[in-house]
């Protein structure tokens, strides 16, 4: 069951935050209490895994579709060309909606911890620590463990830039 929108109580002008009750929301980063309302990060590792999935089959995809159009070219440098279509893919669909397509498929968005979408700046910030983490397994290990192991579910991109993978909530 998804998350509701908040109810009448819910401050005008701050329409990104979750929760209605101060008590419910974490009072230093304004995102929902995994405490008080764990609903929003139920599932979310996997959900985060299954989204990646996602992704990097729609990247491969596009790269296909692309190849043709280099002279067939584009298959000696595949893996370059798959960085890039994938820098960019991601950058773009976090920057327009917080959230990759399979993101938004596995029904999750980022938020900031002052429980704001992304925008182009952190949208780019949250891609490039993601790309470097992911040509370091040490480093891509270390933010699986700490997705498992965060009470918020937050990977290391996330403890560096302050963000957070929530479920989405119910449109009304």
């Not at 009072?27 to 895994?49: G, M, S």
């Not at 995809?61 to 595949?78: E, K, Q």
């Not at 991601?90 to 993101?103: E, F, I, K, P, Q």
């Not at 403890?159 to 009304?172: D, E, F, K, M, Q």
Request: proline letters at 7%.
């Amino acid at each position: 069951m998804r998350p509701s929108l908040p109810g009448p109580g819910f401050p005008p002008g701050r329409h990104s935050l979750y929760a209605t009750d101060k008590h419910m929301t974490d009072t230093t980063w304004h995102i929902p209490d995994p405490q008080a309302q764990p609903e929003f990060y139920a599932d979310v590792p996997l959900k985060r895994l299954l989204a990646w999935l996602i992704d990097t089959v729609l990247v491969i995809v596009i790269c296909l579709l692309i190849v043709p159009f280099t002279a067939f070219t584009g298959l000696l440098f595949f893996p370059v060309l798959m960085l890039m279509v994938g820098f960019a893919y991601r950058v773009v669909t976090l920057a327009n909606g917080s959230a990759t397509w399979g993101m938004r498929l596995m029904a999750i968005e980022f938020r900031t911890l002052s429980g704001e979408k992304f925008d182009l700046s952190m949208a780019f910030a949250h891609t490039m620590i993601f790309s470097i983490g992911c040509a370091f397994l040490p480093v891509q290990l270390l933010s699986v463990i700490l997705i498992l192991t965060s009470v918020r579910a937050q990977g290391l991109s996330d403890h560096i830039l302050g963000t957070v993978a929530l479920n989405r909530r119910a449109r009304a």
